[in-house]
């Protein structure tokens, strides 16, 4: 039952921990002692070197690491037309802990243009051997999300229903473009799908007067429409995030609010689940996925923390999901990626990757 096509048994979400020449480039950069080329040499080394160990660690999948961004998310949107990166009063609130405070906003007609992240994914490309190089976007719903219609300028979008056409088109020309580029192997990071999953985030959009339900249909029907016309050849994953931030969350609950919606109606290839805690429910909601046309890829393997876990134990948990979905529909992979934005997660470099090399491990020995 091995896998020699994406998701793979042995898969990655995508960011890992910044290493220090990044962090110092990063720093000297800020002040105006190097200009963009020369922080991008650094990156592009790094970048390098990073796949160089991910391929060691055992895996037929690479990415970038993210090594180029300061948010999983806030970096693509900015290079999107019509949104805005600004200073925000506050930051995102995770548990005991706040982001930097910026946010988005819609201040024109959201669209896909000359994104810079395609440069970014062609030196990934150039560098990935006979890996296959993963590119890792935030999915439409996020963008909506993060402020709700109260960030959209609405003189640009009177109609809503304008402004979530033209989010699904975004997206669309988006996956053609990274298509187009030499991708074969793109993925979307989503965190609402698990906020919609939580009481507490459910009741903070009832607040800002909008309907946690209503928001659930529509964003699988922005996806839906985004994949519209995706190439045969062309792999596409949802990665369902309760929040990555310095080893911290936002959101609790299993799936059980979500699944018949997210895994019974929205057509990607794979689904990326967190699955490393008490806070993701049981396995249950995996009975929405449907027979033979999808990979679940489940995350078993925790980034928050630097502690080894038990190969059986992972064994015992892949079973248990075989209960609900095939095993020959399943793959394993850390929960989340390893630093989502530049801070990164609570654990060393090493510890990091004796996580990574442990996914390829069970996996050979599962399938």
Known sequence: MQRHTAPYRADIVGSFLRPDAIKEARER???GEIDAAALRQVEDDAIRISVEKQCACGLHVVTDGEFRRAWWHLDFFAGLEGVELYGAERGIQFKGVQTKAQSVRITGKVAFGNHPMLKDFLFLKSVS????PKMTIPSPSVLHFRGGSAAIDRSVYPDLSDYFDDLATTWRDAIRAFYDAGCRYLQLDDTVWAYLCSEE??????ARGEDPDELTRIYARVLNKALEGKPEDLTVGLHVCRGNFRSRW?????YEPVAEVLFGTVNVDAFFLEYDNDRSGDFSPLRFIRPGKQQV???????KNGELENPQSIKARLREASQYVPLSQICLSPQCGFASTEEGNSLSEEQQWQKVR???????EVW
Not at 129 to 132: E, L, M, P
Not at 250 to 254: K, V, W
Request: hydrophobic share 50%; no cysteine.
């Open 29 to 31: 950069f800020a002040r």
């Open 129 to 132: 051997g006979n890996a296959q």
């Open 201 to 206: 985030q459910r009741a903070e959009v009832r």
């Open 250 to 254: 936002i959101s609790e609950g299993g």
């Open 297 to 303: 890829v489940l995350g078993l393997i925790t980034t």
């Open 358 to 364: 442990l996914v390829a491990e069970v996996a050979a």
